[in-house]
């Protein structure tokens, strides 16, 4: 660990000169102060990350230097030392915020030892606290496109509902629509957003690995488990349990599920100890759960344990104000990413993705950003750089009705029926068999098959 910056204050100049050279050998920057006030100095200087502090000073006192320090930054670490052993002092420096206190005459070894560890801590620290801050940036509501009016009144409940500590949450919406963004967003917006937020993706792990992952086990569970695992379910106690595709859950594993909902607790596999826990359900799915509840496939009394606040995330198509902002969005945070200067959308580019049905909803729309960005270099989304799917793009027209084709008094065969209704439609849409195909809903293969097998009659 190098170049970590070290400021050691003691009037003595013997002890520093032994420290100093002590440390420097180790590779950390150090710096001396032989009084309380050249300390501070220093400080504001050099933002040292530790400071070895004597308590003992001429002047301003070792203690009202940690204060003041600890005033203006909390972040470094300081380390005391004091030639006897003053055990209130000892105690208020810890209040102030000192890392330790450290007995003189100590051991090199010793201090190297509490150093070492000391670093350790803090950029163990820093690394929690730059992770927590760069989610937070990610998922925050202010990042949330919403300029259409049915996804405004989304955020709106969905920030209602993130006050709302313990509320469970069930997101509905398509793939791609942003359901793990608002989730996300919702855990950093509650009171729970110093706890951790647990995802499981209930899609991606199978049955028997999910229900150990989820309720963890005690050595001795089974064959495999030689140490207790702790689940996830205790992970996020505090905090909030994500789980995605929840219309992918077993049977099996929604039985155990709600009766966790039910009890606010439960056992790890091979354990008796009830585990009570503290977690707030947030819980996303594409799939139509109304429907999997009339199937079979997904338990109605979950279902509505689940459903306390509904929230459904409209398609991309049906909310067109979004898209051109949302593009604009991904267009600023890609330039950065990919080190481009794009600046606008050109009209008629634009015209095309507002035109276009987004089938991959938010999600493709952001892929088709980044291609763009990624192969061209050049200041404006044009039309000639989105991709055929879009270009090509042309609304399917209204399906033409049956009346001129059937005419009055003569029922024609069934055969004969399709065969002029295929016709008509051809004809609407400029005779292009793709597009018919689309109107008629069947695939373009047997579209031409069937007009293969008129020739052949
Ligand atoms: N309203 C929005 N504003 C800004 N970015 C958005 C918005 N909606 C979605 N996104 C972005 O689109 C991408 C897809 O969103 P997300 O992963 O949350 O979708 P999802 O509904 O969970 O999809 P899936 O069902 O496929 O898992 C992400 O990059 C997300 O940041
Ligand atoms: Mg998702």
Avoid at 8 to 17: H, R, S
Avoid at 140 to 153: D, L, P, Q, T, V
Avoid at 358 to 375: A, D, F, H, T
Wanted: include cysteine.
């Amino acid at each position: 660990m190098s170049s970590f910056g070290i400021l050691i204050v003691d009037d003595e100049i013997l002890t520093l000169n032994n420290l100093k050279k002590a440390l420097a050998k180790e590779d950390y920057e150090v710096m001396v102060a032989d009084s309380g006030e050249t300390a501070l100095e220093m400080y504001n200087r050099y933002k040292p990350q530790l400071i070895l502090l004597d308590l003992m000073l001429p002047g301003i006192s070792g203690l009202e230097v940690l204060r003041r320090i600890k005033e203006i930054d909390r972040e470094p670490i300081v380390i005391m030392m004091s030639a006897y052993e003053i055990l209130e002092k000892a105690v208020e420096s810890m209040k102030l915020g000192a890392y330790d206190y450290l007995l003189k005459p100590f051991k090199i070894s010793d201090l190297k030892h509490t150093i070492r560890r000391a670093l350790e801590t803090l950029s163990l620290r820093i690394r929690v606290l730059e992770h927590l801050e760069s989610e937070k940036g990610r998922y925050y509501f202010g990042r949330i496109i919403a300029e259409s009016r049915n996804m405004k009144e989304v955020i709106s409940l969905a920030k209602r509902v993130a006050g709302a500590d313990r509320t469970t949450v069930l997101l509905q919406g398509e793939s791609g629509t942003g359901k793990e963004l608002l989730a996300k967003a919702i855990h950093y917006h509650s009171p729970r957003a110093e706890k951790p937020i647990v995802e499981i993706n209930c899609a991606a792990i199978p049955e028997n690995l999910l229900e150990s992952e989820l309720f963890g086990y005690e050595a001795g569970a089974f064959t495999d488990a030689r140490k207790r695992k702790i689940g996830l379910l205790e992970r996020g106690d505090g905090g909030t349990v994500f789980f995605d595709e929840i219309g992918d859950m077993s049977l099996n594993l929604q039985a155990k599920l709600l009766r966790v909902l039910e009890e606010s607790s439960f056992g790890r596999l091979g354990g008796t100890q009830p585990i009570r826990v503290d977690i707030r359900i947030i819980a996303a799915t594409n799939t139509d759960l109304t429907k999997a509840t009339e199937s079979g496939k997904f338990r109605p009394d979950l279902y509505y344990r689940l459903n306390v606040v509904p929230l459904i995330i409209p398609p991309l198509r049906e909310r067109k104000e979004d898209i051109l902002p949302l593009a604009l969005l991904f267009i600023q945070e890609l330039n950065q990413e990919l080190r481009r200067a794009y600046k606008s959308i050109s009209q008629e580019a634009a015209k095309a993705i507002l035109a276009y049905p987004w089938p991959g909803n938010v999600r493709e729309l952001r892929n088709i950003i980044e291609r763009i960005l990624s192969l061209y270099s050049d200041e404006e989304v044009r039309f000639t750089h989105l991709p055929s799917e879009i270009r090509d793009y042309r609304e399917v027209p209204e399906a033409p009705g049956l009346e001129d084709v059937v005419a009055v008094g003569s029922l024609p065969t069934l055969e004969k029926l399709e065969k002029a209704y295929i016709k008509k439609v051809l004809a609407a849409v400029g005779q292009n068999r793709s597009q018919a195909a689309r109107v008629l809903g069947i695939h373009p293969t047997s579209l031409f098959r069937k007009i293969k097998s008129w020739e052949t009659h």
